[in-house]
Structures are given as structure tokens and as C-alpha cells.
């Protein structure tokens, strides 16, 4: 179904339903716990990162860990 609707100020062209949806944070962990794994399966993980790499890694994990 085609959305003929005139865009308004500050909506982009692709915004959808789903796009207008707030996101909450149990909603991404989930995303993330069943994203993580089917990831992990399809692809090889380097065991040696660069030092760069590593640290934004670990911000990351403790925005995560915050969360």
C-alpha cells in the first residue's frame, strides 16, 4: 500500500509506520539478544583487534551495561 500523502516539513520520503514507533530500551535488547547470535553464526569473529577497535568495543559494552 502506497502512502500518497503530501510529505510534511521534517519527515524524510522513506518514513514508514514502523519508523514513527517509539523505541524502548527492552525493545532493542531484545532486537540485540536475537540479532547477537544468528551474527555470531554467520560470521567469524577476529581475535585480535586493533587497539582502536578494542576501546570501541568496550565503550559500548558499558553504554549497554548502563543501560
Same mark, same amino acid.
Do not use: F
Given at each position: 500500500? $502506497?502512502?500518497?500523502?503530501?510529505?510534511?516539513?521534517?519527515?524524510?520520503?522513506?518514513? %514508514?509506520?514502523?519508523?514513527?514507533?517509539?523505541? %524502548?530500551?527492552?525493545? +532493542?535488547?531484545?532486537?540485540?539478544? +536475537?540479532?547477537?547470535?544468528?551474527?555470531?553464526?554467520?560470521?567469524? $569473529?577476529?581475535?585480535?583487534?586493533?587497539?582502536?577497535?578494542?576501546?570501541?568495543?568496550?565503550?559500548? +559494552?558499558?553504554?549497554?551495561?548502563?543501560?
Amino acid at each position: 500500500m $502506497v502512502d500518497d500523502r503530501p510529505l510534511t516539513d521534517g519527515e524524510p520520503e522513506s518514513c %514508514s509506520e514502523s519508523d514513527r514507533l517509539p523505541h %524502548s530500551k527492552t525493545a +532493542n535488547s531484545a532486537i540485540w539478544t +536475537n540479532i547477537a547470535p544468528e551474527l555470531k553464526a554467520r560470521y567469524e $569473529v577476529p581475535q585480535d583487534l586493533p587497539p582502536e577497535m578494542l576501546a570501541l568495543l568496550m565503550q559500548l +559494552n558499558d553504554r549497554r551495561a548502563d543501560e
